[in-house]
């Protein structure tokens, strides 16, 4: 009796080891977050930590903003004048008199630090961000976009800004003092990716959906590999209120890597 019963607690014993390494098996192989949304009007699609092959996890979401639930993942620098959301996305209209602008050429010189960023903060060394928006401007200088921040002193704004009755697809980068480049685009209706790479960032654009992503600009941000950063949607109004921007997705994935080949002359 006594050896039956021992046997009979060997296969008991059996069973569980086997059931306790099934289930350990399957969550290693399981996204480490969950889908934090699952409403039917899909305004987060999804969020979630995913473990990639080095073990690292990456921030990963899809705003649809169908309703107000992104304000539970994101928030404003500064709040816009109005805004609302629904089947086209998110429609905001900017604050007058907003902007990011730092020292450089303008005598006086001027620093602006009050335009509207809808962020989420980043510090994954290795993430991709990407919008689709449509500006629509009622004063010169109204912008909007993708912006990556560590402070006032250190950002990067691109996108599309109306200058002279023209369309511009810019990018400013600022380290203390702030840069401009542009070039001329004819639509306001525009997609922008912003790739980061620890403390280097790539940036493509795409004036139609059926185009292939260009390449519009490398540059250096002074930050840590993995520092802190508020990435997400810009929008300004540097004179005065009345234009507005439609975002239909702001998203965060994995940047695979970003191959541009370069050669020393060294």
């Avoid at 922008?192 to 059926?210: D, H, Q, T």
Wanted: aromatic content about 12%; overall charge negative.
């Amino acid at each position: 009796m006594i050896m039956k019963s021992m046997a009979n607690t060997w296969q008991t014993c059996a069973v569980l080891l086997s059931v306790i390494l099934f289930v350990s098996f399957n969550n290693c192989n399981a996204y480490t977050g969950k889908n934090m949304y699952t409403s039917a009007e899909h305004s987060l699609t999804e969020v979630m930590q995913k473990e990639n092959d080095t073990n690292t996890t990456v921030y990963e979401a899809i705003f649809t903003f169908q309703n107000d639930e992104f304000l539970e993942e994101l928030n404003w620098t500064v709040n816009p004048l109005n805004y609302s959301t629904g089947k086209d996305g998110l429609v905001a209209a900017m604050q007058e008199k907003t902007d990011f602008w730092q020292k450089t050429y303008y005598k006086p010189p001027f620093m602006n630090d009050n335009g509207h960023i809808l962020y989420k903060e980043i510090s994954d060394e290795y993430i991709l961000m990407e919008t689709f928006f449509d500006l629509q401007p009622m004063n010169q200088f109204d912008q909007a976009g993708l912006a990556v921040r560590l402070d006032k002193e250190h950002w990067i704004k691109a996108g599309i800004e109306y200058v002279d009755g023209k369309y511009q697809l810019g990018c400013v980068v600022t380290n203390n003092y702030s840069d401009w480049s542009v070039q001329e685009v004819p639509t306001a209706m525009v997609g922008l990716r912003i790739y980061r790479e620890g403390c280097n960032f790539v940036i493509e654009a795409k004036v139609s959906p059926e185009e292939d992503w260009k390449f519009i600009r490398i540059c250096h941000l002074n930050v840590g590999k993995t520092q802190t950063v508020k990435m997400g949607l810009l929008m300004c109004a540097p004179t005065d209120a009345g234009g507005q921007v439609v975002f239909s997705r702001l998203v965060f994935k994995e940047n695979p890597g970003y191959d541009h080949q370069g050669q020393s002359t060294m």
